[in-house]
């Protein structure tokens, strides 16, 4: 007798657990929500993309590169998933020295403290290899003090060498949230400004923080789809920490995703852009002609 054919095909993916019909501690029964039909992108491929331009610049030998972001271990997170398996990174910091993120083990201690014994080694070494520096802005701003001069001229000098045998593949990255390029790096230096999350990064951010309360509690948050999407928009422009600490506090709440969570996280924001001083916070509702500055 002919056996049936099995059908062919990978099975679908578990849904997470607070998309199946499930009990809360209470006893209140959750319904199931509607799956969305909008297909979501990689999130390796949405992390590949934040990094495009900077790959553009590390395939043309660029040797200099200052990287603007306030996310310091996020950045260095996606260069170590993007790059790690293919060339040796090094990352810098002026407690801990020059560190292999491979192994994790300082290089050299005479680099605690003294980002020219940094730079010197990245010189020196025989091998291509990425080197992080972190935070090295205060040492970019005053040339006329004696180690920062010594600091800006052994970055000329490690351009220079690097551009004048590309086969020593290598690249600094001067990792800070203040830009600070002095007038004899100008014309050596390229900025890449490194993006903050975009939507499908919080989505997963959101989807981790939901799935890790779920093993700690046994509850499945009630969330209504259209809900969730507004939560995500609020919160587009924060930090991957900020973000994460607005979710957590609204999940604190009444374990649900509803409108009072958004105006929550816009509240968060509100906060957040006054404490940098920089800009003025309008809530949605405000008229453009209340903005001032505009006529």
Not at 74 to 83: I, K, N
């Amino acid at each position: 007798m002919r056996q049936p054919r099995k059908p062919q095909g990978k099975p679908p993916n578990p849904p997470a657990p607070w998309e199946v019909p499930g009990r809360r501690s209470g006893g209140e029964t959750l319904s199931a929500l509607p799956a969305s039909n909008a297909p979501r992108p990689p999130i390796r491929r949405t992390r590949n993309l934040q990094l495009a331009g900077l790959d553009a610049f590390i395939k043309a030998v660029y040797p200099l590169i200052f990287v603007t972001t306030s996310e310091e271990g996020r950045f260095v997170a996606r260069l170590r998933e993007h790059y790690g398996q293919g060339r040796p990174i090094f990352q810098w910091t002026y407690t801990r020295g020059l560190m292999s993120l491979q192994d994790g083990r300082c290089v050299e201690p005479a680099t605690i403290g003294d980002p020219l014994s940094a730079l010197r080694h990245a010189e020196r070494a025989p091998n291509s290899g990425m080197y992080i520096f972190c935070d090295l802005h205060p040492w970019l701003r005053d040339s006329t003090n004696a180690e920062n001069k010594a600091t800006i001229r052994m970055l000329r000098d490690f351009y220079h060498l690097v551009r004048s045998a590309r086969e020593r593949f290598k690249t600094v990255l001067l990792v800070s949230p203040v830009l600070t390029i002095p007038p004899e790096l100008e014309k050596e230096v390229v900025v890449f400004d490194f993006p903050l999350p975009d939507r499908e990064e919080l989505r997963l951010l959101l989807d981790e923080r939901l799935e890790r309360g779920f093993r700690d509690t046994g509850d499945h948050p009630a969330i209504d789809p259209g809900h969730m999407d507004k939560l995500l928009e609020a919160a587009t422009g924060l930090t991957l920490d900020e973000a994460d600490n607005a979710f957590a506090a609204v999940l604190q709440g009444d374990g649900r995703l509803d409108t009072s969570d958004i105006h929550k996280i816009l509240a968060q924001k509100q906060l957040i852009i006054r404490q940098s001083g920089v800009l003025d916070y309008y809530p949605a509702d405000e008229e453009l002609s209340e903005v001032g500055g505009l006529e």
